[in-house]
C-alpha cells in the first residue's frame, strides 16, 4: 500500500493540500472558495438532479443519527434557535413566521387558479372535468326495474 507521503520530501500530501489551500485563502481571501463551491455545487446539481443531494443529505442525516443519536438533532436545533434568537431578537420569529404564511397563502391561491384554468381548458376541449363522466356515458348500463308501464 502507498503511504500518503509524496517523492519530494518529507511532507505528506494532506500536509501539501493544507498548505496549499492556506497559500490561496491568503492571496484571494475565504470568498474565492465560496464562490468556486457555488459553482461546483451548481454544476453537479444540473448534472444529477436535486435529488443527488436529497438522498446524500439523507445518507449523511442518517449516519449522524446513528453515530449520535436523535437527541443529538435536538440540541443542535435548540442552540440553533437560541443563537439566531440572540443575534436577531425574538421578533424575527415572527416576521419569518408572517412571511412564510404569505407565501403559503400565496402558492395556495396560484394552485387553485391553475386548477381553475386547467377545468375552463378542458370544458372548452369538450372533455367533462377530471374526475366526472358525461351523461350516459357509464361502463355499465343502468338496472331496469319493472315499473307500472314495463312488462317482463
Known amino acids: 500500500m502507498q503511504q500518503d507521503k509524496d517523492n519530494k520530501g518529507s511532507m505528506t500530501v494532506a500536509e501539501a493540500g493544507r498548505k496549499g489551500g492556506e497559500t490561496v485563502r491568503n492571496e484571494r ?9 457555488r459553482k461546483g455545487g451548481a454544476t453537479v446539481k444540473a448534472e444529477r438532479g436535486r435529488s443527488f443531494y436529497e438522498e446524500i443529505g439523507r445518507k449523511g442525516g442518517e449516519t449522524v443519527k446513528a453515530e449520535r443519536g436523535a437527541k443529538f438533532y435536538e440540541e ?3 442552540k440553533g434557535g437560541d443563537r439566531v ?7 424575527f420569529y415572527e416576521e ?11 402558492l395556495i391561491e396560484e394552485g387553485k387558479r391553475a ?3 386547467a ?4 370544458q372548452e376541449a369538450g372533455s ?3 374526475g366526472q363522466e358525461e351523461p350516459g356515458a357509464s361502463a355499465a348500463p343502468p338496472p331496469t326495474e319493472p315499473g307500472p308501464d314495463r312488462t317482463e
Open 29 to 37: 481571501g475565504r470568498e474565492f472558495y465560496e464562490t468556486i463551491g
Open 119 to 122: 377545468m375552463e381548458k378542458q
Open 115 to 117: 386548477a381553475r384554468a
Open 128 to 130: 367533462p372535468p377530471a
Open 76 to 78: 443542535i436545533g435548540k
Open 85 to 91: 434568537k440572540a443575534t436577531r431578537g425574538p421578533n
Open 96 to 106: 419569518i413566521g408572517r412571511k412564510g404564511g404569505q407565501k403559503v397563502k400565496k
